[in-house]
């Protein structure tokens, strides 16, 4: 966990721990329209130096009446080294202002979250919650839509290092029923972009004597198939793996048997042509 990861790596290097500062109360308030959103806890900085915090409690108020109060502590979101921002903004399909609660849990490569709140839904209230992993998001308008543009970190660590994996990009949007839905097919405009990005990574990084192409191979893969160009990825792969760009550090599968991984990695996650 990110949390207790953060905690190890901190005792190892240090030979005693200050006391924790005492714990402060912490308040954001944000208007917009006719809402009004009130994040409130507590702070301290801990004995090993980053901040943790506890009893976060997220209050949601449309037109004077109360629609969301929960706490929203977790032991990720509250623990080591975490962050929190509030703010309005328009992202369901309603004139009304959307509370977020973006998190950071801390910790290397991991992990950013977001706490999404509709007060305008039917139910009066419906609350969503996205793990975005490492690459996070960014919030774009596009035919009138609003759109969460991030990256699928499921391929983080799948077929190499961190630093050599390609992460394939995602578009989400929040539908009418108020959940959240991967529309990256329809997308394909978007998909092309990340998949040419890849590719020339890719015919770089595959000339130089030590460099590990599996994970930006992923990647373009990926988009590939999501264009409808299995075959495409295929032949790449025949021709990558005849030339040995297939080859890396042996913890990760190689050669035909990084194929075989990556073909069923693709089916198992639902890449593919519509």
């Not at 005693?16 to 702070?43: N, S």
């Not at 109060?69 to 977790?74: H, K, L, N, T």
């Not at 962050?83 to 903004?89: E, F, G, I």
């Not at 460099?211 to 792969?237: F, I, N, P, S």
């Amino acid at each position: 966990m990110a949390a207790a990861t953060l905690v190890a790596a901190v005792l190892a290097g240090s030979a005693a721990a200050a006391a924790p500062k005492p714990w402060t109360a912490v308040r954001t308030e944000k208007h917009a329209g006719t809402v009004i959103a009130v994040l409130t806890g507590q702070r301290r900085i801990s004995s090993f130096g980053p901040p943790e915090y506890r009893r976060l409690r997220l209050v949601i108020r449309n037109a004077g009446r109360k629609v969301y109060d929960q706490g929203i502590c977790g032991s990720e979101r509250c623990g080591l080294g975490s962050h929190h921002s509030l703010s309005l903004q328009r992202v369901w399909r309603t004139s009304t202002p959307d509370a977020i609660v973006d998190f950071f849990t801390g910790g290397a490569h991991c992990c950013f979250e977001s706490l999404i709140v509709l007060p305008d839904a039917s139910s009066g209230h419906r609350s969503i919650f996205h793990d975005w992993g490492d690459p996070g998001y960014e919030v774009q308008r596009f035919d009138g839509t609003s759109e969460f543009l991030t990256a699928d970190d499921r391929f983080a660590y799948a077929f190499t290092s961190f630093a050599a994996s390609g992460l394939p990009v995602q578009v989400w949007t929040i539908a009418a029923d108020g959940r959240l839905a991967d529309i990256t097919q329809s997308r394909p405009d978007l998909i092309e972009k990340d998949a040419e990005q890849w590719w020339h990574t890719y015919i770089t990084q595959r000339s130089e004597p030590d460099g590990d192409v599996r994970g930006v191979l992923a990647a373009w893969c990926a988009d590939e198939y999501r264009l409808g160009h299995e075959q495409k990825c295929t032949e790449e792969l025949a021709i990558a793996q005849r030339h040995g760009f297939l080859r890396g550090p042996d913890v990760w599968p190689q050669n035909a048997k990084f194929v075989k991984a990556l073909k069923k990695m693709l089916a198992q996650l639902g890449y593919g042509s519509a």
